[in-house]
């Protein structure tokens, strides 16, 4: 089976810290997409990026970067300046048949 | 749109029981998932339909589970006899492709087997 691996499984901060949250994926395609979700306590998967294997740029929204890199078939999350919302169970995602990671549980305290 | 609406929320029940899960997907999303997640094995995909069609059923763990999707706006999924080991988060989930754009997920039902 192609595989999400997701090694941490759980990463624990205080407020105001950076982290980082991998992901490496395996797949035979040649062109695939990559998608990161949030799973607040409240439980519901909310979707947060998508990006296609043709683009590897980097890419910034707020607090939160991604980092995609093909070589290594790795895409990282990063948030800046971590708050308390952001603890939630996160998860990494490939296609395409979403296939999901274990997720990383992300504790952020005050 | 709603989004993907999923009934019950919380289902308890007892062994033995016939349990059925209830998924309205997002109007004119071609493709419907069903996932269980657990502690124990995370979020797995159960089974997965395309224009109403069942294309992947083997993530279904045993013939104690069947699912059904009669029209484009429902679909269900049924557990008979179910069993405590059943106990776990069903979501289900829609999209408009098969991955190249992003599953929106129901906010899921907790089933609890006694």
């Known amino acids: 089976a192609q595989k999400v691996t997701q090694a941490q499984t759980e990463i624990s901060v205080v407020e105001k810290e950076d982290v980082t949250l991998d992901c490496v994926y395996e797949?035979?395609?040649?062109?695939?997409?990559l998608f990161w979700y949030k799973q607040p306590p409240s439980g519901e998967l909310v979707f947060l990026i998508r990006r296609n294997s043709f683009d590897e740029q980097n890419e910034i929204s707020g607090r939160y970067s991604w980092n995609f890199q093909k070589s290594t078939s790795s895409f990282n999350f990063t948030i800046t300046a971590s708050q308390v919302v952001d603890s939630a169970v996160y998860f990494c995602a490939r296609s395409y048949i979403p296939t999901f990671g274990r997720g990383t549980s992300l504790i952020v305290h005050p | 749109d709603a989004g993907v609406i999923q009934s019950p929320r919380h289902e308890v029940t007892e062994m033995g029981q016939e349990v059925t899960l209830r998924c309205k997907p997002i109007s004119g999303h071609d493709y419907l998932f069903w996932y269980r997640q657990t502690m124990m094995r995370g979020l797995e995909l159960l089974i997965y339909f395309n224009n109403n069609v069942p294309i992947d059923d083997s993530g279904m763990p045993e013939d104690r589970f069947s699912a059904k999707m009669p029209n484009a706006s429902f679909s269900t999924l049924k557990i008979q006899p179910s069993e405590p080991r059943d106990s776990a988060v069903y979501f289900c989930?829609?999209?408009?492709?098969?991955?190249?754009?992003?599953?929106?997920f129901g906010q899921g039902t907790r089933l609890t087997v006694v």
């Open positions: 797949t035979r395609d040649t062109t695939y997409y």
């Open positions: 989930a829609s999209s408009r492709d098969r991955g190249a754009t992003e599953a929106f």
